[in-house]
T-cell receptor, first 113, second 116 residues
Framework: DVKVTQSSRYLVKRTGEKVFLECVQD?????MFWYRQDPGLGLRLIYFSYDVKMKEKGDIPEGYSVSREKKERFSLILESASTNQTSMYLCASSLYGGLDGYTFGSGTRLTVV | AQTVTQSQPEMSVQEAETVTLSCTYDTSENNYYLFWYKQPPSRQMILVIRQEAYKQQNATENRFSVNFQKAAKSFSLKISDSQLGDTAMYFCAFIRSGAGSYQLTFGKGTKLSVIP
């Protein structure tokens, strides 16, 4: 089975801190994604990457950046964390764009205080 | 831009009964894929079922089946013989076919509770 592993399940950070959320997949998938999940808003795409070192903005990229130096790893960076970035963050990967659906990680619950 | 609407924020069903979750979508595309995902309290999003728009036959996976009405842009999920383990958030999602297509668009979800 494909596995997508997010390094932290829960994270608490202070306002203004630089935050790194890490995601690793083990099945040689080309595409990786970062979504944010908030109650009543569903899942919203922050960034995705269709190849190593390639990245594209999603619907809500403001306040975030990403890094993909290796195929299996996709990092989400909050340059200066703010309280409105308190949320659940979901990483996903796929082989054929999204046509085969995504495989998701277990999520990171980030709280910014 | 595509939109996906799930009009039922919450639903409940008795164990062993059948429940149908609604999803409608808006697109000008002719070729696309539709999905239902399940997110139990453990938070892992799991793909439940996938439907290709060019296939008229409705997809089924064990107790899960869909009613895909392309002209009406409707894609409902039927869960038969509901089990306690079906308690979860359910998300409907859409993606257009074609080169450069990567992004799934999700609905806001339906919270399903299965009552013993």
């Amino acid at each position: 089975d494909v596995k997508v592993t997010q390094s932290s399940r829960y994270l608490v950070k202070r306002t203004g801190e630089k935050v790194f959320l890490e995601c690793v997949q083990d099945m040689d998938h080309e595409n990786m994604f970062w979504y944010r999940q908030d109650p009543g808003l569903g899942l919203r795409l922050i960034y995705f990457s269709y190849d190593v070192k390639m990245k594209e903005k999603g619907d809500i990229p403001e306040g975030y950046s990403v890094s993909r130096e290796k195929k299996e790893r996709f990092s989400l960076i909050l340059e200066s964390a703010s309280t409105n970035q308190t949320s659940m963050y979901l990483c996903a990967s796929s082989l054929y764009g999204g046509l085969d659906g995504y495989t998701f990680g277990s999520g990171t619950r980030l709280t910014v205080v | 831009a595509q939109t996906v609407t799930q009009s039922q924020p919450e639903m409940s069903v008795q164990e062993a009964e059948t429940v149908t979750l609604s999803c409608t979508y808006d697109t000008s595309e002719n070729n696309y894929y539709l999905f239902w995902y399940k997110q139990p309290p453990s938070r892992q999003m799991i793909l439940v079922i996938r439907q290709e728009a060019y296939k008229q036959q409705n997809a089924t996976e064990n107790r899960f089946s869909v009613n895909f009405q392309k002209a009406a842009k409707s894609f409902s999920l039927k869960i038969s013989d509901s089990q306690l383990g079906d308690t979860a958030m359910y998300f409907c999602a859409f993606i257009r076919s074609g080169a450069g297509s990567y992004q799934l668009t999700f609905g806001k979800g339906t919270k399903l509770s299965v009552i013993p």
